[in-house]
């Protein structure tokens, strides 16, 4: 395996782990709330891939008829017929996938509503729980309810081609320029959800969970509905999770299989925002790439060191990146910077807390504010 | 129904532990889980020390680790180790960052981390012995009045009987038990009035992760590897079962907390064999009536089952009958 190859796996693995600690940043480090039923919002994505694949694209697009994964002739069938009859065109594997994407994101909304219900109103640590049991039913019903996935066996997907892409950009279709062109659009795609939550987190709904997570009495007493702005948030992150879960099986697996979404997956994505940054969506990228590699690197050092053990390495590695980070940098690698206003830019331009050579960029077009620099 | 009873208690002792510390410390404390199964793995350890040199590795353990008379004293260890690993990890971790004023969301945090740690610590231990897949031992079985009992089951209602009793005594009759009572409903006020709140934490800790040893061995008797998982995650399987017990009986109410974990043992084993008997579906899925009773029992009760007002309840009950008899009349 040689570095560059090497890399671009790495980059688009930590592009997916970016995606889901985005989500996570919102509800976790934005509004407060403990969403350890993630692993849900996620599997809803992977709910949505296996729908579309076997129920959705068959009947409307190629003519042929839907596939029941709970049935025996199934895997002939569907990886004999409709699997190439989808791949064969890379149009068709790109409408599953922007289909996959959007209704994974409609029911991972719907999820959070139902599962939050009853505990969106109580103390942080019931409705911790009360996600946790939601992620442990879901995934058991996943591995028990046959017709959506197939039980515990792994169904293929049509993974999105890139080979078009590769051959537009790189001239080129070796299986290094697909994954460049894969780890690409991965990257465009966490560029689209960081500027999303950017733009979210700074606007007055993000200034709200800010003030329903530090206070949330003063919150209430200034008339704000604390239950409702929980729920919204975790609407909202759900929303992202649904579609970074659909991401998740199409590009990262290309296959889908309900342990893909054990509940321990909420306490790794809590780990990438945690380690990174709460409250800090570049902090969170930065903690997935980060922890990408040690889950990588301690994964293939613990299984060479030839013990039956050594492939669990890495929940030590977990463990003690959470415990180190609690206890040294409380608010990970970036902390969480104030909002970013109109009057904030003005006031860290008056205070000189922006870099030089950002201050000719944010003058201008504020020609009248007295920066306080012409006095001086 | 002796089963789903014996079941319950040793979901009871696992779950009457968290709420222990809870109650004084406020820490939902997710290494609970590690604690289980640090329990069993210390039986299992000392019963392969006893019978160094035979065949202990890998199956070979079932064998001799039967659940009899003789090998009742491999609980004590049990309790011990998971007890003081409990207490190591109140400590070293959570004492410190309460000091430094941390959320409960960051020690609810730094519980996932510690369970992990816990948890690579148990797979070097069960990976190295070659224990991560085990079946159940089993134990020995008598027949009292026609009933056909186990040993464990006895003495998973003696234990319980016994823990409850030995909270009773503890929180009345002894001085550290009444600070534990004090600390529990106003942690400030009892500083102030001179309780040494580290020590008497410490030792609700200790308590709390021994009992949940004890439970953790009690429940691989009965059930083996959860799932088919490896052994190791008995405790992380059985976690959500553990809080849904404290959460019903109400977040740190210790006797809310055995009678929840009673109420959700006899939900969870019924609903398992009416599953796989009339509804023909695993019954791996009957989680979902227990985890539906909490979800509703929070819905309607935020405060769980010890947070009920029941004189008001039945009060409300009667009176509702004494106007209808008005009415009738």
Do not use: C
């Not at chain 1, 609407?235 to 879960?245: D, T």
């Not at chain 1, 009057?343 to 008056?350: F, G, Q």
């Not at chain 2, 897949?133 to 186990?150: A, D, F, Q």
């Amino acid at each position: 395996m040689n570095i560059i190859s090497f890399l671009v796996t790495y980059l688009s693995v930590a592009a997916v782990y970016a995606l889901l600690a985005i989500s996570m940043n919102i509800d976790y480090g934005w509004a407060g709330i403990p969403d350890f039923g993630k692993a849900a919002f996620i599997a809803a994505g992977g709910i949505a891939a296996a729908i579309v694949a076997t129920r959705i694209v068959p009947p409307l697009m190629l003519h042929m008829h839907p596939a029941n994964p709970s049935k025996l002739s199934f895997f002939t069938y569907y990886n004999g017929k409709i699997l190439p009859a989808i791949t064969a065109h890379p149009i068709d594997t790109w409408i599953v996938f922007i289909i996959s994407i959007l209704l994974g994101g409609i029911i991972a909304a719907g999820f959070a509503v139902i599962f939050s219900y009853p505990a969106i109103r109580l103390k942080e640590d019931y409705l911790a729980i009360a996600l946790l049991m939601a992620a442990q039913i879901v995934w058991l019903f996943l591995r028990v309810y046959t017709p959506i996935m197939g039980g515990t066996m792994s169904m293929t997907l049509p993974s999105p081609s890139f080979k078009p892409i590769a051959r537009a950009l790189f001239h080129s279709t070796s299986p290094s320029a697909i994954d460049a062109a894969k780890a690409l659009f991965l990257w465009g795609l966490v560029g689209v959800f960081l500027y999303y939550a950017e733009k979210q987190m700074n606007s007055p709904f993000g200034r709200m969970l800010r003030m329903v997570r530090d206070d949330e009495y003063a919150a209430a007493a200034l008339g704000k509905n604390v239950a409702r702005a929980r729920l919204e948030s975790l609407i909202v992150a759900s929303f992202l999770a649904g579609v970074a879960g659909a991401v998740y099986v199409l590009i990262h697996f290309s296959s889908v299989n309900p342990d893909y979404f054990m509940p321990d997956l909420t306490f790794f994505v809590l780990t990438l925002v945690l380690v990174g940054g709460v409250g800090n969506n570049i902090g969170s990228i930065i903690g997935a790439l980060l922890i990408a590699l040690l889950y990588r690197a301690s994964y293939i050092f613990g299984t060479s060191l030839g013990f039956s053990w050594g492939s669990y390495l890495y929940y030590m590695i977990i463990g003690l990146a959470i415990l180190i980070t609690i206890f040294v940098r409380p608010n990970g690698i970036l902390p969480e910077k104030p909002v970013r206003t109109p009057a904030w830019d003005v006031y860290a331009l008056v205070r000189g807390k922006q870099p030089w050579f950002l201050r000719r960029i944010l003058m201008r077009g504020r020609g009248k504010v007295n920066t306080g620099e012409k006095s001086e | 129904m002796v089963y789903s009873l014996a079941w319950g208690s040793a979901l009871a002792l696992m779950a009457s532990g968290l709420s222990l510390y809870y109650s004084v410390s406020k820490v939902a404390n997710f290494a609970h889980g590690s604690y289980v199964s640090m329990g069993l793995l210390a039986y299992l350890l000392a019963i392969a020390f006893a019978h160094w040199g035979s065949k202990i590795t890998g199956f070979g353990i079932d064998h001799y680790a039967i659940f009899n008379i003789s090998n009742l004293w491999a609980l004590i260890p049990a309790f011990l180790v998971a007890g003081l690993v409990s207490l190591a990890s109140f400590a070293g971790i959570f004492w410190p960052l309460m000091k430094r004023g941390a959320t409960p969301l960051q020690l609810l945090v730094a519980s996932i981390g510690l369970m992990f740690v816990l948890r690579f610590l148990m797979y070097i231990v069960a990976g190295s012995m070659n224990w991560i897949t085990l079946w159940t031992p089993g134990s020995t079985t008598y027949h009292i009045l026609g009933v056909r009992i186990t040993l464990a089951e006895i003495l998973s209602f003696v234990l319980l009987a016994l823990v409850a009793g030995l909270i009773a005594l503890l929180e009345t009759k002894t001085l550290i038990g009444v600070s534990l009572r004090a600390i529990a409903s106003n942690p400030s006020l009892a500083e102030a009035s001179g309780i040494d709140s580290f020590k008497v934490q410490a030792l609700a800790w200790f308590l709390g992760g021994g009992f949940a040893g004890l439970g953790g061995v009690l429940m691989f008797i009965f059930t083996g590897p959860p799932g088919g998982r490896p052994i190791v995650e008995l405790g992380w399987m059985n976690l959500l079962s553990i809080f849904a017990a404290a959460v019903l009986g109400g977040l740190g109410s210790f006797y809310g907390t055995i009678i929840a974990a009673l109420i959700l043992g006899i939900a969870f084993n019924q609903a398992a064999a009416w599953f796989t008997i009339y509804l023909n579906v695993s019954s791996s899925l009957a989680l979902l009536i227990p985890f539906g009773i909490t979800l509703l029992t929070l819905l309607f009760f935020p405060q769980g089952l010890a947070g009920i007002n029941w004189r008001k309840l039945v009060n409300k009950i009667r009176i509702t009958r004494v106007e209808e008899e008005v009415v009738r009349r």
